[in-house]
């Protein structure tokens, strides 16, 4: 068997590629089997980690946009933003501006 035969094509390459951006991880699978080129075998890694580099990029963009709209996220320190308590009557001695009507403080009552 020519060396060009076991390499494989171009058109190997971008199958692969495809196949590995479509299918995901499962074409990790697929790489061990003998019958398939090389450059099918490298297409398919490569389609693997574009895959994979979408996914992050699409989350990353969710956690940006969370941000964006105002919600806390897990391990969200806070540093740099400004929380305001929120005022609602009925507080009675949580010493919260609320409780303070006219200058006068309620939280005694």
Not at 54 to 80: E, F, S, W, Y
Request: charged share 15%; with cysteine; proline share 4%.
């Amino acid at each position: 068997i020519p060396s060009f035969c076991l390499q494989g094509t171009q058109a190997d390459m971008i199958l692969g590629l495809v196949m590995g951006f479509v299918f995901g991880v499962i074409m990790l699978f697929w790489i061990w089997e003998r019958g398939i080129p090389r450059r099918q075998k490298l297409g398919i890694l490569c389609g693997i980690g574009a895959n994979l580099m979408m996914g992050m990029v699409r989350l990353q963009a969710r956690t940006r946009a969370k941000i964006g709209a105002g919600h806390n996220l897990p391990g969200d320190t806070g540093a740099g933003t400004h929380h305001i308590p929120l005022i609602s009557g009925g507080n009675k001695g949580t010493g919260f501006a609320s409780n303070v009507e006219g200058g006068r403080d309620n939280s005694s009552e």
